[in-house]
């Protein structure tokens, strides 16, 4: 172990594992809210998202831009970053509805047990997966550069960028707007009225299946806006870049509390932290394992979560 290398690089694990740590947070809202409403993990939700990230790296390759172009200027930069983002969400967003539609709706309209959902859902994240693979001939994807990092300022040793602050603004900004629409619209009180208690839903007029869509639809756009801090974060997209992202996100919604929002973004921050100084005591080949045991840990005092609140509970 490594702990003065820990001790004396804090202050830039700590952005880096904040920053990674966002990018999971908004992917795991949509294990949550999918799951507060019909007690199901959507395992397709990666490649929902995988989806936004392919949806981002094309739109930007039609503005002409290569892996090997120069980052625009400040306002080109900015109609680059906004077109990727509805690109993003926009892909994002279709690819969950059509999931809900073709692959979910049918079976609870046959009434099919918990088992037959997750093992759908399995099939489609797999199915998803290789057709883009498939597409993409399984090569890596070099995303364009849209953004020319830059320090913007500096404390002690940590070097914190423009596009670390965008992705940390970009989640909170996120996050809040959809804890404000769930806690105070009236489309968010019928996902709350449903995830409490679905046939009582039903006796005051709430549509249940336009809920479901509804939930799966937001899934669906935070995932895109993730997709898109994805691409600028790391660089490159493939066939799979949901996978494993995937796993960190769900870890992250059971940690904080599955079917809590609050909750999604408290285990993600955390997730991204414990990555991120798991890798300079053990190595990075260790960061997922030491994040996955200190879930197991965490769960076995608190298996609700750190939170523990149900969708249908939640209050402003």
Do not use: C
């Amino acid at each position: 172990m490594h702990f003065s290398n820990l001790a004396h690089n804090v202050g830039p694990l700590t952005i880096l594992g904040l920053a990674q740590g966002a990018i999971i947070a908004l992917f795991a809202l949509g294990y949550t809210l999918v799951y507060g409403v019909l007690r199901l993990i959507n395992f397709a939700h990666s490649e929902v998202f995988l989806m936004g990230t392919y949806a981002a790296w094309a739109t930007w390759g039609l503005f002409g831009l290569t892996v090997n172009s120069r980052a625009p200027a400040f306002w080109p930069m900015v109609g680059l970053l906004v077109a990727g983002l509805v690109a993003a969400v926009v892909a994002s967003g279709i690819t969950a509805l059509t999931l809900e539609f073709a692959a979910y709706r049918p079976l609870r309209r046959r009434n099919a047990p918990p088992l037959t959902f997750l093992i759908t859902a399995i099939g489609a994240s797999l199915f998803l997966s290789e057709v883009a693979g498939v597409f993409t001939q399984h090569q890596s994807r070099g995303i364009q550069p849209v953004i020319a990092q830059k320090n913007v300022f500096t404390i002690g040793n940590m070097h914190v960028t423009n596009l670390q602050i965008l992705i940390i603004v970009l989640a909170l900004g996120a996050m809040f707007a959809l804890d404000r629409f769930i806690n105070n619209s009236r489309l968010g009180r019928g996902v709350r009225a449903v995830a409490q208690n679905p046939d009582s839903a039903a006796l005051m007029g709430v549509n249940k299946g336009r809920v479901i869509s509804l939930v799966f639809l937001l899934g669906g756009l935070t995932a895109g806006v993730a997709a898109v801090m994805y691409d600028l974060k790391i660089g490159t997209t493939i066939y799979d870049a949901g996978t494993i992202l995937g796993i960190e996100a769900f870890t992250a919604a059971v940690l904080g509390g599955i079917g809590n929002l609050r909750g999604a973004l408290l285990g993600g921050l955390l997730l991204g932290l414990l990555e991120s100084y798991a890798s300079s005591l053990f190595g990075t080949a260790w960061q997922h394992a030491v994040a996955f045991v200190l879930l197991v840990l965490i769960l076995m005092f608190r298996p609700t979560g750190l939170l523990g609140e149900s969708l249908g509970r939640a209050r402003a």
